[in-house]
């Protein structure tokens, strides 16, 4: 590890290896970071706070690229922030993930004893879950911390931790005594396979190829006269208590209030009149099922109707129906149904239908709506609390557009089922006295019922796991305690997150920290873009084209691919199609900078291992820029030049004047770190990044360190202000990089000669500040004017096919007296930067058989051809190259005519193609300019 106590001020300079190896940098910074403390805050300090908390990843999960990005982006907040002097604390912690752990542990137990958790009891199975936590956690957080993430580790918490079980419980308890949380019957989403009830959220609604049954029900005291109900669930009609038609519909006036014959029961069911009926649907008639239907049910208690439940938490028929269908599954009941409908005559028209069908989320098991008493949290007064806070701009959304979906969902919010038929999780605070059925919810165990009985049993459901996860920004920080904490770090400045958690998490915390701490939770809300695969598919387990992050950062054989992706198809499929030599190493930066510079607002982020490995090309571009700038500070006295630039560039005729490329790239550093600040402050990563890598890739290292080189062979002084623009310009973009790309930046810096008052690591290091006095807007205008004659120049070079290595003679004829003067003073740097010798004049006769470009408007960049190319053969050349580039152009053109291909093509590859047409249009038309120059 270098020593950071003491940077070296002169003399010896510290080199870098010949190739920047992450394998061997991270682990080293890794560690210093952690065993120093750098990225606790203390509570106790006077900065001002920024706190952000980790939306916490299940404790059994495993990294996956949405973790990734999300915790990448709140680094680089967290990172940039505490730089610049704010008390960051970034919250870490774990969800247990109650009914996705227990199922794991359900199937170890069945895999490893051949029992299920009935068979052991309650309190063995949740020292079994107990047991699989304690050996399976924590590999997230160490894959977290491999990728340089700096959350406050000593912070660490966990949903079930003794803190947060006090701090459930509290909620509970208070909302209950608001009257808020109410036990009741209703209809709930219900998972045959999970034994649970499951929220709205978590239900995948989509449409399945099924059937629609017509089924014709007899007007009681009207033989011969039928009511004809469509349904996609014949079977739910054993349990139907009504029909329904609209109060308006004249077909059906007559009969509201007249009862039907139940066909295959023995009995009979009203006619009622309700407006949720669409009278332009089929017959204009609906069957009416309260128990299992979520419409239903609403129409069945406005119109008073009676809910009788006929499927049990099995999936199987149950409940007052003919014995002979009690016990058949729902989809044997459904076959069977039918059959006894068409043998009664009550079945009339059948056709092919698509069928809205909910799944579970975890199971993938039809949803089965069903009556049970579950407890509720009536959530209209809690949102509209959180509704106001939004319209008030006290929290908002960025990017701005998922305020709408934040809002529709808020206005029509419906009451939180908050129990779940499982054994881990928070237990409901809520005991039943089995001598009188009163119902006792407390902070504390009970002993006894206000009767004075003892025999109390405490409600056997645990919470939903989003209740918990709802008061994460406040539990986590001590909260019902009074903590000195709370009161630092809350409210938060940003919540990271998906967007698809909006409904489960972010609403609930908005909704239950105004409640409890009469404060929006977080300020900002900043929703990632999806990660897909580089076909722009997006990322899961299903379709197998989940890329593991760590497999990007230490690299992964196709062997060792191919191993993780044994137990499914597809994943095999896509490593065979996409990495058949495996993934190289290509480092935490990498990926991290991958991530940023491709969140984009309302774009998704394509991974593609192309990009990640352009973007560790360029992080060894500034390594390799870094070993050459250490290679020429040998001497450099970092405390003699601390003072050189604090009141702005010296005066021309100062021992410290500076050279216009000096003055150049130290302007366009302050451009670059202003930049580079609103971008962050705006949440515009990409920006951010792009603005970097521009600077370090395209002015930094193409530019000026090939304009700086002839200083470092100059005299003493001369060589002196080189190295220390060098320095300033290099520490300054590694300090403006280092929340990006925190390992690479902080490995070099340490290198880098400081003066005596500068210690420690970067971390804590002052981000940049752009500083007005060093802006130049000459200088930047002049360079501007040099970069593009020489560019012209190569330009002219690479078209006309002259080798790189050949010096060439460049005509410049600028008419303007200021701009000739400018390329005049700098011939120099046009000469040594472009591998040319260089004419500048006002004016001039024509030249033949030349290459010429304009720049700048009316600056001529002429450059002889005649004994550098054989011009017929360029001709042919040019012409052959014209030929192709008009096909390209027609075949583009023809595809984006193509109405079929607009309609089907995500827009992502639309837009693809109308770059690649307006850069082939461009191509053609710099062709046939070269053509008619060489004429």
């Not at 519909?249 to 023995?266: A, F, Q, S, V, W």
């Not at 900043?526 to 989940?546: A, C, I, Q, R, W």
């Not at 992050?549 to 199609?577: R, Y």
């Not at 002052?766 to 560019?791: H, K, N, T, W, Y």
């Amino acid at each position: 590890m270098p020593d950071t106590t003491s940077p070296p001020t002169t003399s010896t300079t510290p080199s870098l290896s010949k190739q920047y190896v992450a394998s061997d940098v991270e682990p080293r910074w890794l560690s210093t970071w952690l065993d120093s403390g750098a990225f606790h805050a203390d509570e106790n300090a006077a900065k001002a706070p920024f706190a952000v908390t980790l939306p916490p990843p299940n404790v059994t999960g495993a990294l996956h690229m949405g973790h990734a990005l999300g915790s990448t982006i709140q680094d680089i907040l967290v990172r940039w922030r505490r730089m610049q002097g704010r008390n960051a604390m970034w919250m870490p912690g774990t969800d247990h993930a109650g009914i996705a752990t227990q199922m794991l542990v359900e199937r170890d137990l069945n895999k490893r004893e051949g029992k299920s958790r009935h068979d052991i009891g309650r309190e063995a199975f949740l020292e079994k879950v107990w047991e699989w936590k304690d050996k399976h956690a924590g590999r997230i957080e160490e894959q977290m911390k491999l990728m340089g993430f700096s959350l406050d580790w000593e912070r660490e918490r966990f949903t079930m931790d003794d803190g947060a079980c006090a701090s459930v419980r509290e909620d509970f308890v208070r909302l209950h005594e608001q009257g808020l949380i109410y036990r009741a019957n209703r209809l709930v989403n219900w998972c045959s396979d999970c034994q649970t009830a499951v929220s709205d959220l978590e239900v995948n609604n989509i449409e399945e190829q099924g059937s629609l049954w017509e089924l014709k029900y007899e007007v009681a005291d009207e033989p011969g006269r039928f009511i004809v109900v469509a349904t996609t669930r014949p079977e739910t009609m054993l349990g139907d208590t009504g029909v329904a038609v609209h109060p308006d519909d004249e077909r059906y006036t007559d009969i509201i209030g007249k009862t039907l014959k139940l066909p295959l029961c023995d009995r009979e069911i009203p006619v009622v009149a309700d407006s949720f009926v669409d009278p332009e649907f089929g017959s204009g008639a609906v069957k009416v099922t309260p128990a299992h239907d979520f419409n239903d049910f609403d129409c069945g208690q406005r119109c008073g109707l009676e809910s009788r439940s006929i499927i049990d938490r099995q999936g199987k028929l149950c409940g007052d129906i003919p014995e002979k269908y009690i016990g058949m599954h729902v989809d044997e009941a459904r076959k069977v149904v039918v059959a006894d409908l068409k043998a009664s005559g009550n079945l009339g028209e059948v056709e092919d239908y698509k069928v809205p069908r909910g799944r579970c989320d975890r199971s993938n098991t039809v949803i089965e709506p069903m009556l049970s008493e579950q407890w509720w949290v009536n959530t209209e007064p809690l949102a509209k609390r959180a509704i106001e806070a939004v319209e008030e701009g006290r929290t908002k959304f960025v990017p701005e557009l998922w305020t709408k979906t934040y809002m529709h969902w808020m206005k029509n919010i419906k009451p939180w089922c908050i129990s779940r038929q499982l054994w881990w999780g928070h237990r409901i605070p809520a005991w039943y006295c089995d001598a009188c059925g009163a119902a006792i919810v407390a902070r504390e165990t009970p002993t006894e019922c206000t009767c004075g009985s003892d025999k109390l049993r405490q409600d056997t459901d645990v919470l939903d796991t989003w209740f918990s996860s709802a008061l994460w920004p406040f539990s986590t920080l001590g909260w019902p305690e009074k903590t000195r904490s709370l009161q630092a770090f809350y409210p938060n400045a940003v919540l990271v997150t998906a967007p698809d958690i909006i409904f489960f998490w972010v609403a609930r915390m908005m909704m239950m920290g105004l409640n409890f701490m009469d404060e929006v939770p977080f300020e900002t809300v900043f929703l990632t873009p999806v990660v897909t695969d580089e076909n722009g598919v997006k990322m899961s387990k299903t379709k197998g084209n989940v890329i593991d992050p760590l497999s990007i950062v230490h690299g992964a054989t196709f062997d060792e691919l191919m191993e993780t992706a044994a137990s499914n198809p597809n994943a095999q499929k896509f490593v065979k199609k996409n990495m058949p030599k495996g993934i190289a190493a290509m480092g935490s930066d990498a990926l991290r900078f991958s991530l940023a510079a491709m969140t984009m607002p309302g774009r998704n982020i394509r991974i593609s291992m192309e990009r990640v490995e352009g973007y560790r090309n360029f992080i060894n571009k500034l390594w390799n820029a870094s070993r050459f700038s250490l290679m020429n500070l040998e001497g450099f006295e970092a405390n003699r030049f601390a003072g050189v630039l604090a009141e702005g560039a010296p005066a021309t005729d100062s021992e410290n004047a500076l050279d216009l490329p000096q003055r150049w790239i130290l302007s366009r550093l302050q451009r670059v770190a202003a930049e580079v600040d609103s971008s962050l402050s705006e949440f515009k990563f990409s920006e951010a990044a792009n603005a970097l890598y521009h600077f370090v890739w395209g002015e930094l290292c193409d530019w000026y360190i090939e304009m700086s080189k002839p200083s470092f062979r100059g005299e003493a002084q001369q060589r002196f202000v080189a190295q220390g623009v060098l320095v300033t310009v290099l520490e300054t973009a590694l300090r403006l990089l280092h929340p990006i790309i925190p390992f690479v930046t902080e490995e070099i810096w340490q290198k880098l000669p400081k003066p005596s008052t500068v210690s420690g690591t970067l971390v804590t290091t002052l981000f940049p500040e752009s500083q007005e006095q060093l802006i130049d807007e000459d200088a930047e205008r002049d360079m501007g004017l040099i970069q593009d004659v020489i560019v012209a120049a190569r330009t002219l070079r690479a078209t006309y096919n002259v080798p790189p290595a050949q010096k060439i003679s460049v005509e410049v004829r600028a008419p303007s007296t200021d701009r000739r003067a400018v390329l005049e003073g700098g011939a120099s740097i046009i000469e040594s930067v472009g591998r040319l010798t260089v004419t500048i004049s006002e004016k001039g006769d024509h030249v033949p058989q030349s290459a010429k470009a304009i720049v700048g408007g009316d600056i001529e960049v002429i450059v002889p051809l005649a004994g550098l190319v054989d011009i017929d053969a360029e001709k042919a050349r040019i012409r052959k190259e014209i030929g192709k580039t008009e096909k390209e152009v027609s075949g583009i053109e023809r595809k984006l005519g193509n109405e079929k291909f607009l309609a089907r093509a995500p827009q992502e590859v639309v837009d693809e193609q109308h770059r690649r047409l307006a850069e082939e249009k461009q191509r053609a038309k710099l062709l046939a300019e070269a053509l008619e120059f060489l004429a």
